[in-house]
């Protein structure tokens, strides 16, 4: 009996010591053997990655006004594994986010751990959505920190400023695609932060439990060289001259010659940076840089100055004009008005086609090829904005027999406007070609200057002496001898020059009756503070009166005399009292570079 | 009788005696663990307590911060040219010609020839 009982007692003890070894090595099994699995589920079930965002550097313009700010705003995200009730957070939220409730219960059914639902909602709505929520004692919805870019000017510098948009449409990230947004994007962006948390099973961040942390590094703010005042000037009278002409493109720059920086630049049409799905693609092309177009008379300044850079005439050789009907090439060349014998003075003045052909010819077409290349036509400039064309400028091996009579009068040839504007910089700044810039430094969050753009010299296109020269002729195109009588500023003596120029066809030749007209100057002609072009792109006026010197011209005066009143600048005195030196009294070897 | 006093007698040699030093240190051992184990829970607690203070804080800070800088942007939109020329146009403000005697000029400005045509850049339409 009592051998019985022991044999019972002993395999009670057996079985018990087998089921808490069995517990046992279930235990050892889960904590040593799935450890690494384990671990992983939990952290992937608690531990996230928070993002901590960069704050994108704001724009400035030369005098510190706001030209792109940011907007906090907040990131809606649901985690469906964190929903404790769904329908009742549809009937809280859905006033807060402008949706109805049947519409966010159905995005709300949702397993994912990650869904956003907006990518904006402003600070404000997302606040008090979140308190209402923490009152009901719901979850599942979070609001992740995030911002929104504003222009406060909304339309104007539209070109410039560029805008943002998603690189990837699965991609949160908005990168810089267009303007000064794009070609600053690495300074502007900064650098995301992180901050590795653990959430409790209600969503809400266990602090003690913080993993590695790296804060955001913010975006750098950019300084621009615009004055808004002088953008506001530019922008207004364009818009006034498009209300007026209707034409299908109108283009204004400004532009200090000294530096090369630029202090405005337009287009019309344009596009509103806050609207931006609203904008039409025509209105987004900055055209000051992407557009190409034939220059028309503004180029013989180049043929000019070259010609008595390279000694093939001097201030006094006499040029026969043909009486306004030249025939070359088997094609008849014409003037406006017949000249007989004129030198190159009045040439410019006259804006002679056939004296600037002759003077090319004279030149012949590798050296007046080498001048067009050396005052920047057929490269870029190198401005900081992105998509900046090249122009078209054909090497002479590819000319034909009319090329050489065709380009003094800037046909044949394709320029963009700001390449048009530096050209005319180069002889307002004494023959320096500088390269133009629109950024002028970058600073950090403190306004502690990081970087600065320094006025840069890419080359000596002619002596001052020549540049002297061809100022001076220029001076006269805006007297009553000259084409631009309309483009003179009372007090200022300005020197500049007018392009009339029929509209290439884009399938080949010219489009009958549609012109491009333009007038590129500068003020004070003695001492230039700013170079200035109209471009106007088929203005909707009769042919007879479609010129350069009618168009643009009177646009450029309004613009410079604003501009000249906005930069207070010192009036001299009249442009009579400035005309040009005789110039026998010049030696022409210092026309000679 | 006999068997009485030996009952008692046996009795009186079994008892345990309690050893009041070495309890005393078992109970100053379990009462050290249970204080540590209370301790680490109170410690325990007053990090969460404190984090989520931290938490509160962070948010709050946010919070004022990303309003500071709604109200800024705010500002530089009313303050942007285009919001002042809508409140120029709408009359809302106007503007007020300063008098060339209110100008102190670091350059003179050129007076106004025989002719009368040269005059100062500056106000030439708004001066009296």
Aim: hydrophobic share 40%; charged share 25%; net charge positive.
């Amino acid at each position: 009996m009592r051998g019985k009982a022991r044999v019972r007692a002993a395999i009670a003890c057996v079985v018990m010591a087998l089921i808490f070894t069995g517990f046992s090595a279930r235990l050892i099994h889960l904590q040593v053997g799935k450890h690494e699995e384990y671990t992983a589920l939990a952290a992937q079930k608690h531990s996230i990655r928070l993002t901590v965002p960069a704050r994108r550097g704001l724009i400035f313009d030369r005098n510190g006004e706001i030209l792109a700010t940011n907007i906090p705003v907040r990131k809606v995200v649901v985690d469906g594994s964190h929903l404790n009730n769904a329908e009742a957070l549809a009937a809280l939220a859905a006033p807060y986010l402008d949706l109805s409730e049947k519409a966010l219960g159905k995005e709300l059914k949702t397993s994912s751990k990650y869904k956003v639902l907006f990518s904006d909602l402003p600070e404000d709505k997302a606040l008090a959505l979140q308190k209402a929520m923490e009152k009901k004692g719901l979850r599942g919805m979070y609001f992740h920190q995030n911002t929104t870019r504003t222009y406060p000017n909304g339309p104007m510098l539209s070109h410039v400023l560029g805008f943002l948009s998603r690189k990837d449409p699965e991609d949160e990230h908005v990168v810089g695609v267009e303007g000064v947004e794009r070609s600053m994007q690495d300074a502007l962006c900064g650098k995301d932060g992180f901050r590795h948390i653990e959430r409790d099973r209600t969503g809400r961040e266990i602090v003690i439990y913080r993993g590695q942390e790296q804060a955001a590094k913010n975006g750098l703010s950019v300084q621009l060289t615009i004055d808004m005042g002088l953008q506001a000037i530019l922008e207004t009278e364009l818009d006034n001259a498009c209300k007026e002409l209707r034409p299908e493109n109108a283009i204004g720059i400004i532009i200090q010659p000294k530096t090369g920086e630029i202090l405005a630049m337009a287009s019309r049409p344009t596009f509103d940076l806050n609207q931006i799905n609203s904008a039409k693609p025509a209105g987004m092309k900055n055209r000051a840089i992407m557009d190409m177009l034939e220059p028309g008379s503004t180029f013989k300044i180049v043929v000019v100055a070259a010609a008595l850079n390279e000694r093939t005439v001097n201030e006094n050789t006499l040029v026969y004009c043909e009486n306004g009907s030249f025939a070359y090439g088997g094609r008849i060349l014409r003037d406006h008005h017949g000249y007989g014998q004129m030198n190159v003075h009045d040439i410019l003045m006259k804006s002679s086609n056939i004296g600037s052909a002759k003077l090319a010819l004279m030149m012949g077409d590798e050296k007046f090829y080498e001048y067009v290349r050396r005052f920047g036509f057929g490269e870029r400039t190198g401005v900081d904005l992105p998509g900046e064309i090249s122009g078209l400028v054909h090497p002479p091996a590819r000319w034909d027999k009319l090329t050489i009579t065709r380009m003094p009068m800037g046909h044949s040839v394709a320029v963009t406007p700001l390449q048009l504007a530096m050209s005319m910089a180069v002889i307002a700044n004494g023959g320096k070609l500088m390269r133009p810039h629109i950024i002028q430094s970058v600073k950090d969050s403190e306004g502690k200057e990081i970087q600065n753009f320094a006025p840069e010299v890419v080359r000596q296109v002619v002596p001052a002496k020549t540049a002297e020269f061809v100022s001076k002729a220029l001076m006269e195109v805006v007297t009553e001898r000259g084409t631009a009588t309309l483009a003179s500023v009372n007090g200022f003596a300005v020197a500049g020059k007018t392009g009339t120029a029929q509209k290439v066809d884009p399938r080949g030749g010219y489009t009958e009756g549609k012109y491009v007209t333009s007038f590129v100057g500068y003020l004070p002609a003695e001492d230039p503070q700013l170079v200035c072009l109209i471009l106007i792109d088929d203005a909707k006026l009769s042919p007879s009166v479609n010129y350069g010197g009618l168009v643009a011209a009177p646009i450029f005066s309004r613009v410079a005399e604003k501009a000249a009143r906005y930069l207070d600048l010192t009036p001299a005195s009249r442009a009579e009292a400035l005309l040009p030196v005789a110039m026998r009294q010049t030696d022409p070897t210092e026309f000679r570079q | 009788m006999n068997s009485m006093t030996l009952t008692a007698g046996h009795r009186s040699s079994h008892v345990n005696p309690i050893h009041l030093g070495s309890l005393t240190r078992w109970l100053l051992l379990a009462f050290a663990f249970s204080a540590c184990g209370l301790l680490f829970v109170y410690v325990k607690n007053q990090q969460h307590f404190l984090g989520e203070q931290t938490r509160q804080a962070e948010r709050s800070i946010r919070e004022v911060r990303a309003h500071n800088e709604v109200l800024l942007a705010r500002i530089s939109a009313l303050s942007s040219r285009s919001e002042l020329q809508r409140k120029l146009d709408q009359k809302f403000i106007t503007l007020q010609p300063i008098r060339d005697t209110s100008i102190a000029r670091l350059v003179p400005p050129a007076t106004a020839g025989n002719d009368g045509v040269l005059r100062t850049a500056a106000n030439e339409r708004l001066s009296p």
